[in-house]
């Protein structure tokens, strides 16, 4: 396969950045040598989900903490949710979110400069373990576990602190990749997951109809989803750019987003 053609290339304080453009206009977000993002349809479908089910969910959230800038589209879900008031971004490497605002700013809803943003430079465990905010969403969608120095943040402690940290109410999402892992680590990702939420949910990124990654969803109560109201909300002229931003992943529809639910915490404990 062609690897495409490199449009930047930058050596930050903790990791070297590359943006690459394939043949068919498909651009690629890499750190330290591993794709953290890309505008492939099912990535972009993934990103936005990790923002969009959260968000949804909530009956009015104000308050977001995003784990992890990489090409900005997760954070960047959330400027089109009008009751969003402060997004607040963690992110390790700073010279990653002035790359990705130069060619991912379309995607990710020109994230870096909204006015709601407030980027932190830090290790995400670090920044959560010392802050005392409390948010109505965190969503981590950190790199593959293997990479070093990641695994923290798919950790029981990192998630003990993230429900500590959650206002009432308050919804976490975590990515769980499928690709260049296994089925054993996907199942402790899991395990260790619905540890500190016994009440979790899962929800599925399929490429043609076999799964590529996932998403964790997580309340300290139990969730409750009324798809009646959903669908009002999303009817709303204020939340015009919401139905606009699921439309660019091919969900048009409240029950096509609610079809990637995959199961919950309950389903698998046996199998866990």
Known sequence: TDPGKPLYIGEGRNSSVVVSQLPGGQIYFHVSGKVEASTEPYDMRLQRMLGHIPALIHQGPKSVLVVGFGAGVTAGTFVVHPEIENI???????????????????????????????????????????????????????????????????????????????????VITQWVPLYESDFETVKSELATFFDVFPTGTIWGNDISGEGYDLVLLAQAEPTKIDIDALQKRLRRDDYKLVAQSLAEVNFHSVPQLLGTYAGRASDLKDWL
């Open 88 to 170: 607040t971004i963690c992110e390790i490497e700073p010279l990653i979110p002035q790359a990705s605002s130069r060619y991912f700013a379309t995607e990710n809803h020109n994230v870096f400069h909204d006015r709601r943003t407030h980027m932190v430079y830090d290790d995400a465990r670090h920044f959560i373990l010392t802050t005392n905010e409390k948010f109505d969403i965190i969503t981590s969608d950190p790199i593959h576990p293997w990479v070093k120095g990641t695994a923290t943040l798919y950790s029981k402690e990192y998630f003990e602190l993230v429900k500590k940290h959650l206002n009432s109410g308050g």
